[in-house]
């Protein structure tokens, strides 16, 4: 340590002068990393991207990670921590009590631009300067759109009132929402114990490579690395993975590298910056191969395996037949033939992967992890351990945003492995152009689809190929193309059907699940044509849906017979058509879209989902789910349930995920936690009740799906999901510039638990989509590796690029599910780029094919 260097990196702090006693690459690694200063989250350091780590120097709100310390040196800095007790409260509760944060992960560092905002401008802030101002922050959850209200009643001078959430149906404030505001929440990077080594990873130079040599002498030299770890260090299984095991956590000398997320060695250190300083010195021998990146080359006879140690580079196939599609074609009066391709996405949740392994005096191991699924991470990493899985817990840490993406391990097993050898607690936390490389993404898809109709519009036929890209290992990406060829046909009646979907592996990155589980880009093209068809059919966009629109009792895709909750699409189609008819009326270019999609796994996978209910000493009643917050409110449901069904105060309740208890139903997707979550709470509650509601004793409750069929069975009506959700959308366009100008969304959620917070849902997704129809991509050149490695690149919606967006919450019950509950999470944004691309061809006349569609309307830094 350099004496004159703490001399000179002194700064007020809060109020307190501090000297920082350590090198740091930023402001942001000096207040997280030695003064522990935890408000400002780490989202994409260095580079300034995402806001997160925004807090004031000399009254100035900037972003701390692109600070050197020099420039701070002698200067005030301020945190969220630092202001008065009043005014962190009003923030708090004005971003909590109009939804403004679902995960929180971002809220600290928006806050932090709002009070400087504010402070300059008082009442003079209006919504359009504020969103001007906030360009400099990414939120992935809400859209933008309650984040505006807040900072719009902040700026009012009003004095926002906390509305904590009752039961069921009640409108209220998100479990914990003022801890996540403020950033006193923890999220895995913020948890600290004595002792704390830090990991990093080596990763692959190339997609396609044989691994000749690892040397890592180099590496282990730096002074302060306590350990490197590869492959020969793993005593259990090498590869891990959701369906199939076939993703190794490294790869070995000997093995192949299959994408450029490959891990080939770990480095645990004393610190960050030596942990990511050494790891980059690990030297490889690699035999660099040809990767393959073309899915339709990939899976023809004679391509070579683009995965070490598998066999073949078709993963799955999904079919299904129904009547005779191409004699009903070629009856049709109409008839459309279009290939529609979309893009792979990358998720772009704020907080990066995460976890904290902590070995425990009696042996065992806990690990804190964010992921989707606790009790899979748990499995996987007692596998890699090579050690019974009851040696192992893992507790839920809520995530700074998912979507899919923290479905897959992606430091889970390394790091429990760095804190058995060593025996002490090591944390890893990934860099966001680790993130970028290594989580799967929405599937690229190519659709070719042939649709017909009769003189009134009526479909006929239809016949659909699909293609998806996976990448090189499995996740659950043949599920996503199960489920893209049993959407394909959308919310429609569909007399005659034959669709086949194959799922490719190539050496582009891995791809899983996703917001829409693809749902998205099977319904993008049927959307497309159902256009092309009612131009050619002499009708409007919402009259052909309408007169094609399931009801009960009509037969869908692959065969199912539809229940009276498929009502809901009806009526979210009805929801919107005043306000359709006005913007065509006025000539503005309209386009609406009607989606479905299922809530929970369905196909014939037995869902059993459990939950436990305690009453406390302390006078707190603890519910155990089996579900991962990640900003969607599922915790908020848990404890509703628990108000609706006890009759207990909100306060009174706590929600706690870990794997003491065998609660696990795998991953949270498929907008199923609500549902499950809420079944199985009830049912819990229930037992209490039943047994006295007596301290100390565990009431457990049990919600089970376990009816439906799978596809490749041949029923001829087979129950291929329990439940869908369905929206209606409409997007208007401004009619001279052709910028996005109003969304509507109907969507019909069931039963609305939170209103407040299924608004927010619904006003994310559509921002998201809204990206996915405009502006955001994911590529790969010709060696497989990504060209988009900067969340600025990805061309996500900042704020000022976000429309206003009209809520219509259409409440049709599920028969037979909890409270009639449908799910909101992955609807949302399934009928978004259908109704873009049809405003777009109302705006200038051309066609769309291909995402994104990028046109005037994308993000401006896109």
Same mark, same amino acid.
């Given at each position: 340590?350099?004496?004159?260097?703490?001399?000179?990196?002194?700064?007020?702090?809060?109020?307190?002068l501090?000297?920082?006693e350590r090198?740091?690459p930023?402001?942001l690694?000096?207040l997280?990393?030695e003064?522990?200063?935890?408000?400002?989250?780490?989202g994409?350091?260095?580079?300034?991207?995402?806001?997160c780590?925004?807090v004031?120097v000399a009254?100035?709100?900037?972003?701390?990670?692109q600070?050197p310390?020099a420039?701070?040196?002698?200067?005030?800095v301020?945190?969220?921590?630092?202001?008065?007790?009043?005014?962190r409260?009003?923030y708090?509760?004005?971003?909590?009590?109009t939804?403004?944060?679902?995960?929180?992960?971002?809220t600290?560092?928006?806050?932090?631009r709002?009070?400087?905002?504010?402070?300059r401008?008082?009442?003079?802030?209006?919504?359009?300067?504020a969103?001007?101002?906030?360009?400099?922050?990414l939120?992935?959850?809400?859209?933008?759109?309650?984040?505006?209200?807040?900072?719009?009643l902040?700026?009012?001078g009003?004095?926002?009132?906390?509305?904590t959430a009752?039961?069921?149906?009640?409108?209220g404030t998100?479990?914990?929402?003022?801890?996540l505001?403020?950033?006193?929440?923890?999220?895995?990077?913020?948890?600290?114990?004595?002792?704390?080594l830090?990991g990093?990873?080596?990763? +692959?130079?190339?997609?396609?490579?044989?691994?000749?040599? =690892?040397?890592?002498?180099?590496a282990?030299?730096?002074?302060?690395?306590?350990?490197v770890?590869?492959?020969?260090?793993?005593?259990g299984?090498?590869?891990?993975?959701?369906?199939?095991?076939d993703?190794?956590?490294?790869i070995p000398?000997?093995g192949?590298?299959?994408?450029?997320?490959d891990?080939l060695?770990?480095?645990?250190?004393?610190?960050r910056?030596?942990?990511?300083? #050494?790891?980059?010195?690990v030297?490889i021998?690699?035999?660099?191969?040809?990767? =393959?990146?073309d899915?339709a080359?990939?899976?023809?006879?004679?391509?070579?395996d683009?995965?070490?140690?598998?066999?073949g580079?078709?993963? #799955?196939? /999904?079919?299904?037949?129904?009547?005779?599609? %191409?004699?009903?074609?070629?009856?049709?009066?109409?008839?459309?033939?279009?290939?529609f391709?979309?893009?792979?996405?990358e998720? @772009?949740?704020? %907080?990066?992967? /995460?976890?904290? @392994?902590?070995?425990?005096?009696?042996?065992?191991?806990l690990?804190?992890?964010?992921?989707?699924?606790?009790?899979?991470d748990r499995d996987?990493i007692?596998?890699?351990?090579?050690?019974?899985?009851?040696?192992?817990?893992?507790?839920?840490?809520?995530?700074?945003?998912?979507?899919?993406?923290?479905?897959?391990?992606?430091?889970q097993?390394?790091?429990?492995?760095?804190a058995t050898?060593?025996?002490?607690?090591?944390s890893?936390?990934?860099?966001? %152009?680790?993130?970028?490389?290594?989580h799967?993404?929405?599937?690229?898809?190519?659709?070719?689809l042939?649709?017909?109709?009769?003189?009134?519009?009526?479909? $006929?036929?239809?016949r659909?190929?699909?293609l998806?890209?996976?990448g090189?290992?499995?996740?659950?990406?043949?599920?996503?193309?199960e489920?893209?060829?049993?959407?394909?046909?959308?919310?429609?009646? +569909?007399?005659?059907i034959?669709?086949?979907? =194959?799922t490719?592996?190539?050496?582009n990155?891995?791809?899983?699940?996703?917001?829409?589980f693809g749902?998205?880009?099977?319904?993008?093209?049927?959307e497309?044509?159902?256009?092309?068809?009612?131009?050619?059919?002499?009708?409007?966009?919402?009259?052909?849906?309408s007169?094609?629109?399931i009801?009960?009792?009509?037969v869908?895709?692959?065969?199912?017979?539809?229940?009276?909750?498929?009502?809901?699409? !009806?009526?979210?189609?009805?929801?919107?058509?005043?306000?359709?008819?006005a913007?065509?009326?006025?000539?503005?270019p $309209?386009?609406?879209?009607?989606?479905?999609?299922? /809530?929970?796994?369905?196909?014939?996978?037995?869902?059993?989902?459990?939950?436990?209910?305690?009453?406390?000493?302390?006078?707190m009643v603890?519910?155990?789910?089996c579900?991962?917050?990640?900003?969607?409110?599922?915790h908020?449901?848990?404890?509703?349930v628990?108000?609706?069904?006890?009759?207990?105060?909100?306060?009174?309740?706590?929600v706690?995920v870990? +794997?003491t208890?065998?609660?696990?139903?795998?991953?949270?997707?498929?907008? !199923?936690?609500t549902?499950?979550g809420?079944? /199985?709470i009830?049912?819990?509650?229930?037992?209490?009740?039943?047994g006295g509601?007596?301290?100390?004793?565990?009431?457990?409750?049990e919600?089970?799906?376990?009816? +439906?069929d799978k596809l490749?069975?041949?029923?001829?009506?087979?129950?291929?999901?329990?439940?869908?959700?369905?929206a209606?959308?409409?997007v208007?366009?401004?009619?001279?510039?052709?910028?996005?100008? !109003?969304?509507?969304?109907?969507?019909?959620?069931?039963?609305?638990?939170?209103?407040?917070?299924?608004?927010?849902?619904?006003?994310? @997704?559509?921002?998201?989509?809204?990206?996915?129809?405009?502006?955001?991509?994911?590529p790969a050149?010709?060696?497989?590796?990504?060209?988009?490695m900067t969340?600025?690149?990805?061309?996500?919606l900042?704020?000022?690029?976000?429309?206003?967006?009209?809520? =219509?919450?259409?409440?049709?019950?599920?028969?037979?599910?909890?409270y009639?509950?449908?799910g909101v999470?992955?609807?949302?944004?399934?009928?978004? #780029?259908?109704?873009v691309?049809?405003?777009?061809?109302a705006y200038?006349g051309e066609?769309?094919?291909?995402l994104?569609?990028?046109?005037?309307a994308?993000a401006?830094?896109?």
């Open positions: 340590m350099n004496a004159s260097w703490v001399a000179i990196r002194s700064f007020t702090l809060n109020g307190r501090v000297e920082v090198d740091h930023h402001l690694a000096a997280r990393d003064l522990g200063v935890l408000s400002p989250k780490d994409c350091s260095p580079s300034g991207q995402c806001g780590c925004t004031l009254g100035k709100a900037v972003v701390s990670c600070q310390l420039k701070v040196d002698g200067k005030e301020v945190t969220l921590e630092g202001i008065s007790a009043a005014e409260e009003r708090a509760t004005a971003f909590a009590s939804g403004a944060l679902q995960c929180g992960f971002c600290p560092g928006i806050i932090v709002t009070k400087s905002l504010i402070d401008k008082g009442a003079g802030l209006d919504r359009e300067t969103a001007r101002h906030l360009g400099g922050h939120c992935r959850c809400t859209g933008y759109v309650k984040i505006l209200d807040a900072v719009e902040l700026a009012k009003e004095q926002p009132k906390l509305v009752g039961g069921l149906g009640t409108s998100r479990y914990q929402g003022l801890e505001a403020l950033g006193d929440k923890h999220y895995v990077d913020d948890m600290r114990p004595e002792g704390l830090h990093a990873f080596h990763l +692959t130079a190339h997609a396609r490579a044989d691994v000749l040599a =690892i040397d890592t002498s180099a282990a030299a730096v002074p302060g690395v306590r350990l770890l590869t492959a020969a260090d793993v005593p299984e090498l590869r891990v993975g959701l369906i199939h095991k993703w190794p956590v490294f000398v000997d192949r590298t299959s994408y450029m997320g891990v060695a770990m480095v645990v250190a004393d610190d910056e030596t942990a990511r300083r #050494a790891a980059a010195l030297e021998d690699y035999a660099p191969l040809d990767p =393959i990146v899915p080359v990939a899976v023809a006879d004679g391509t070579p683009a995965v070490w140690g598998l066999d580079n078709v993963l #799955a196939r /999904s079919a299904y037949r129904r009547g005779d599609a %191409e004699a009903a074609l070629a009856a049709s009066t109409h008839r459309v033939h279009e290939v391709q979309t893009q792979r996405v998720h @772009a949740f704020l %907080e990066p992967e /995460s976890t904290l @392994a902590v070995p425990q005096d009696d042996g065992s191991l690990v804190y992890s964010g992921g989707q699924g606790v009790w899979d996987q007692a596998s890699v351990l090579g050690v019974p899985a009851e040696q192992v817990t893992v507790e839920l840490v809520s995530n700074g945003g998912a979507f899919g993406g923290k479905e897959d391990m992606s430091n097993a390394q790091t429990a492995l760095a050898l060593l025996g002490v607690p090591v890893c936390t990934l860099s966001r %152009e680790e993130s970028l490389l290594l799967p993404k929405r599937h690229p898809v190519r659709i070719d042939e649709l017909g109709c009769d003189v009134d519009g009526r479909l $006929t036929g239809m659909a190929r699909l998806g890209d996976s090189p290992y499995a996740s659950v990406g043949m599920k996503v193309m489920r893209a060829a049993g959407h394909a046909s959308g919310p429609y009646v +569909t007399p005659a034959d669709v086949e979907a =194959i490719a592996r190539t050496n990155p891995v791809c899983g699940a996703f917001r829409g749902a998205n880009q099977a319904q993008f093209a049927m497309g044509a159902m256009d092309r068809l009612a131009e050619l059919a002499g009708i409007s966009g919402w009259e052909i849906r007169r094609n629109v009801e009960p009792g009509a869908w895709g692959p065969g199912q017979i539809m229940d009276d909750g498929c009502r809901g699409a !009806r009526r979210c189609l009805d929801a919107v058509r005043p306000a359709y008819e913007a065509v009326a006025s000539g503005a $309209t386009g609406v879209g009607l989606g479905l999609k299922n /809530s929970g796994l369905g196909n014939g996978f037995k869902e059993i989902a459990r939950a436990v209910v305690r009453f406390e000493d302390d006078g603890e519910v155990r789910h579900w991962t917050e990640m900003g969607q409110g599922v908020t449901v848990a404890l509703q628990a108000v609706e069904e006890l009759g207990v105060a909100p306060e009174q309740v706590r706690v870990d +794997t208890r065998e609660l696990g139903a795998g991953q949270t997707t498929g907008s !199923r936690g549902l499950m809420a079944g /199985s009830a049912d819990a509650c229930r037992a209490a009740k039943a509601c007596r301290n100390g004793v565990d009431y457990h409750g919600y089970r799906v376990d009816w +439906t490749e069975d041949g029923a001829e009506h087979p129950v291929i999901h329990s439940t869908f959700g369905y209606a959308q409409l208007i366009l401004d009619p001279e510039t052709g910028d996005l100008a !109003r969304v509507v969304a109907a969507h019909d959620v069931g039963r609305a638990v939170n209103p407040l917070l299924c608004e927010g849902q619904i006003e994310g @997704a559509v921002h998201m989509g809204l990206g996915y129809a405009l502006s955001e991509d994911f050149d010709e060696l497989a590796r990504p060209t988009n969340l600025r690149s990805l061309g996500i900042r704020a000022k690029d976000m429309p206003p967006v009209d809520v =219509i919450l259409v409440e049709e019950p599920q028969p037979n599910a909890p009639g509950i449908k999470g992955e609807i949302g944004l399934v009928p978004t #780029a259908g109704a691309a049809a405003a777009l061809h200038d066609w769309r094919t291909t994104p569609m990028r046109t005037k994308r401006a830094d896109g």
